[in-house]
Each structure stands twice: as C-alpha cells, then as structure tokens.
C-alpha cells in the first residue's frame, strides 16, 4: 500500500521526563565539566597545542590564572568564564593587551575548544545510549528528554528506531525543515510537527529531545537568526575558528557559512558560567518547551547530573513547575548529602538511586521501577 501522511500528535500528558546531565555521557569517554579545562590548557592534546586559538586562550589563563599542572590543580570553568564575562558586561578591559574587544574574542575561543574537547569523543557509537532508547521503546514511549549535553551521542544512538518507530523533535525551528534550493547541499530533516509520510504498517511516534545548553550539530547565524542542524558534521578549525563540513564520498573540506545569506556561522552551546545569559531565542524557547514537559509529566528522572549552584536556572526552571504530586527520582552513582539537599530543595517528593547510568541501562528491577 502507498504511504499516507499523519499528525504524530503528542499526549496532552506526559509519563515521564528524563533530565540527563555529563554522568550520562561520560562513560563514553566525554569529558565531564571539571576535566575540559585540564585537556584545553595542559598540553596532551597536539591539535590544541599547535593551533592559534589553543595558544591565545592558553596564553591567558597563564596570565590570569595560578595552576599546578602536576598536581592536576586548575581554575574551575565557571570560574574563568565568569572572570571573562565581568569584563564584557562592565564594557571595560583589563589591560592593554586584553581590551574588551580581545576578551569578547578569547570567550569565543574558549567556547570553541570546548565544543573540540567534547566532540573528540563523539564520533563512536553509544551502547549505552542504545540500552536506553531500548528501554524506553520496550517500556514507555510516553516519554521526553531534557539534555544538558552538548554531545550528539543520544540522537546517534536513535539509529535503530528512525523512521519505522520515531522521529526526533528539537522543539526548534530548524533550516533543514525548508527544502529551499541554497540548502541542496545540506541534510533535510524531516519536521515531526508536519503531517509524516508512513507506510500503513507502521506507527511512529516523535519524541522530543530538549537540549537546553545547546547541542556541537547546532550551527547559529545571526544575520537571518536561523539553525543549521548538520547531523554528523561537528568539526572546528582551531586556527581559523570556522566549521568544517565535509562532501561525499569526495571528502573534501569546506568551512560552512549560511546558505542563506553568507553569513559565518557561530557555536550555540551556552558555557559554563556563573552568569549564563538564557534571553537567546533558541535557548529561550527550549526553556519554555522544557517547562510545559515538566509541568505536565507525572515523573522525573535525573541521570548523572548533581543540581550544581552554576546551574541556578535549572533550579528555577524544576521549582517554579513542582508540584507535591511529581515524584523524582534522581539516579546518580555518588552518595552526598550536599548532593540529596540539592534535590530536596525542589521537593520532598524525591527518591534516590545510587546507580551510574551503565548500571541503570542494565538493571531490569530499577528500569521497571522507574516505569511503573
């Protein structure tokens, strides 16, 4: 029988949220928050050593910064983007060789390296991400996740259910929608909130993956203010701080710039900082996307991410949409009580799972636990 298009419309209510933060990534060899700045400024990696924006930002944290690289002492991230940041709100600059407009550059630069440091781990295969779709197509597909990962390592790991059982929903607005001729050379992305052509022996759902801190496959211009979505193309060029694309099967390079209007694209991944500015319009309408979930599922799951005091809109986000009925569970391997007040300040209503996440994918009981 010929294909036929639907509405693959959600449920007014929701029966479970995932929030996953670095824990879940990590096992895959992502680095997590404390380790980024040790990989930026320590030397053990040649393609930031060699290049000109691993030397610039190299050189400033030296002259800014104390650390002892044999005792694996460092500043903490937020720390220097918060340092940073002082000076670009104040509008002042620190010293001639560090004006304003050398500082507003240097965060760019930092931003970009951590977006190398992540991605280094991100070409390879997730089975524990695998485990986890798993799960959730086996147990419940009334189901949405909210990622503070910058990694594509979830989405990579969607492979097996594309299309014959889901679709993928950034809850954003995205270029690849637009089967414009300037976006030819690029990949188009079917839109989940568009009617789907299925075969009748199927029935795929959307599944709608909120990537709060932004996403590596996320490409931003700020002339037509629109989202390039490149699935497998994440690639930076640390001496000209351009994107990388690639042809096939020529391989050949080429640096990315909109289609639409020539602009040079910019990251969209938020840093992080004490002071993270959340009045982007993409990360603005993730905020608002992620709310009505919270608002509307009955559970939340956290996985490997510890309410940290940088993250203070996170927590506003979760509070202002608890309500005494939610249960959450929060799955984390550390047993802290610094960790359970952080999670108790949301609400009472919390229970805690002293597992990883490659034990969690892996433990019938719990999984069945969480979906009951």
């Given at each position: 029988m010929s294909p036929t298009e639907k509405f693959l419309r959600y449920s007014t209510n929701r029966d479970v949220v995932f929030v996953l933060g670095a824990g879940a990534s990590h096992p895959d060899g992502v680095p997590l928050q404390r380790d980024m700045l040790p990989m930026i400024i320590s030397g053990g990696i040649n393609e930031i050593e060699n290049s000109e924006i691993g030397r610039i930002v190299t050189e400033f944290i030296k002259d800014n910064f104390e650390y002892n690289q044999a005792t694996n002492q460092y500043p903490q991230l937020e720390a220097v983007f918060g340092f940073i940041d002082y000076f670009i709100q104040q509008n002042e600059s620190l010293s001639s060789k560090y004006t304003n407009e050398k500082i507003r550059d240097i965060k760019e630069y930092l931003i970009k390296l951590i977006h190398y440091v992540v991605n280094i781990q991100t070409d390879k295969r997730s089975h524990y991400y695998h485990l986890f779709w798993k799960?959730?197509?086996?147990?419940?597909?009334?189901?949405?996740?909210?990622?503070?990962?910058?990694d594509t390592?979830?989405?990579?790991?969607?492979?097996?259910?594309?299309?014959?059982?889901?679709?993928?929903?950034?809850c954003i607005p995205l270029?690849?929608?637009?089967?414009?001729?300037?976006?030819?050379?690029?990949?188009?992305?079917?839109?989940?909130?568009?009617?789907?052509?299925?075969?009748?022996?199927?029935?795929?759902?959307?599944?709608?993956?909120?990537?709060?801190?932004?996403?590596?496959?996320?490409?931003?211009?700020?002339?037509?203010?629109?989202?390039?979505?490149?699935?497998?193309?994440?690639?930076?060029?640390?001496?000209?701080?351009?994107?990388?694309?690639?042809?096939?099967?020529?391989?050949?390079e080429y640096e990315f710039l909109c289609p639409i209007d020539g602009t040079e694209f910019q990251t969209l991944i938020m840093p992080p900082t004490y002071?993270?500015?959340?009045?982007?319009?993409?990360?603005?309408?993730?905020?608002?996307?992620?709310?009505?979930?919270?608002?509307?599922?009955?559970?939340?799951?956290?996985?490997?991410?510890?309410?940290?005091?940088?993250?203070?809109?996170?927590?506003?986000?979760?509070?202002k949409q608890m309500t005494p009925e939610k249960e959450l569970i929060v799955i984390n391997p550390k047993q802290k009580e610094s960790l359970e007040l952080n999670y108790k300040s949301l609400t009472p209503n919390v229970r805690f799972l002293y597992s990883s996440f490659e034990e969690f994918v892996n433990d019938e009981v719990e999984i069945?636990?969480?979906?009951s």
């Open positions: 799960t959730i197509q086996k147990n419940n597909s009334n189901t949405s996740i909210i990622t503070l990962n910058y390592l979830l989405e990579q790991a969607f492979d097996f259910l594309f299309k014959n059982h889901g679709y993928i929903d950034y270029m690849n929608y637009e089967r414009l001729p300037e976006l030819r050379n690029f990949n188009f992305w079917i839109n989940p909130r568009e009617p789907v052509s299925i075969d009748n022996d199927n029935n795929p759902i959307s599944y709608k993956i909120i990537k709060l801190h932004g996403s590596l496959n996320w490409k931003y211009c700020k002339c037509c203010n629109q989202t390039l979505l490149t699935p497998w193309d994440r690639m930076i060029d640390l001496n000209k701080g351009k994107f990388l694309g690639y042809t096939y099967p020529e391989n050949k002071l993270k500015t959340i009045h982007h319009p993409l990360i603005s309408q993730l905020m608002a996307e992620a709310s009505r979930e919270i608002r509307a599922t009955k559970k939340i799951v956290f996985i490997g991410y510890s309410l940290s005091s940088s993250d203070v809109h996170i927590k506003a986000l979760f509070k069945s636990s969480i979906f």
